[in-house]
């Protein structure tokens, strides 16, 4: 079980996540805010106290892997990478200007502590399959995480991977469906009904858990729990919401890729960090 300590800490990493992203969407004036907030808690609990990972040696052959297959939440994972120490927090006000090394969609190749190229829908799955079997081959003790999201779940591709992996017995390989509900385009429930998606994993053969995506302790405990299961993938299905922490951007019906008023990131921001000193408090009071 995860101490109360520990909890505290991960939910003001992840209001810190929150704080950055958004602050670096203000200086744009506009990008994809819904599913970059949906997936923080998640990042915060991977990169806050799970992943082996060495921010000074972000290449380390032995570390844990992420692939955040909806490549466009990339603005929430630079944050995380930025707060962690693999580049200066100043880089994140650059976000997708011409010259940048944090484009809209995560790069390998252009920015530092990104494992896998990622934007177009359904390639992460592949792309993560490979990674997790690549690293057991090479008797790596290692973990492969990789984010889907709902709309994504459309792509054929996914439940190609899906029957792989199951088949691979790739218990190296620990994966996520931010289940925000909604995609580009409206609701996932009206364009493509998915269903009961635990039930669909589970029956491709993988270990299959669904819980709150925003609850630091459930995030934690699942991933504990699929660390344990071995000879099959495991599927953790997180119910989300699309824009969370961001007032405005929960509100919205469509909050795929909006633009942001000067009096919207000032609310949102003021409120951000009101959280942020709260929860800083109460942290202080545990001690
Ligand atoms: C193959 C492919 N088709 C279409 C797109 C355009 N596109 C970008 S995001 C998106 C919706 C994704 O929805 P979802 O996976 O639910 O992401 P989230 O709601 O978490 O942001 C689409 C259709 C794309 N990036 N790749």
Known sequence: MISNKRIKKLEIFATEIRLETMKAFAKLGFGHVGG??????????????????????PKWPDRDWLVVSKGHAGPSVYSALAIKGYFDKKELLTLNMP???LPSHCDRNKTVGIDMTTGSLGQGISTAIGVALGNRMDKRDNYTYLILGDGECDEGQIWEGALFAAHQKLDNLISFVDYNKKQ?????????????LDAKFHEFGWHAQRIDGHDIAAIYEAIDEAKKTKGKPSMIVLD????????FVEEMYFNHHITISQ???????????????????????MQ
């Open 36 to 57: 970059a907030m949906s997936i923080v808690d998640t990042l915060s609990v991977l990169y806050g106290e799970i992943m082996k990972i060495d921010p000074a040696n």
């Open 99 to 101: 010259g940048t090394n």
């Open 263 to 285: 009096e919207q990131s000032k609310r949102t921001l003021s409120e951000l960090e009101n959280r942020y000193t709260d929860l800083k408090r109460e942290w202080e009071d």
């Open 240 to 247: 989300t919401i699309k824009g969370k922490g961001c007032c």
């Open 184 to 196: 580009l385009d409206g609701m996932t429930c009206e364009i493509n009904d998915l269903g009961d």
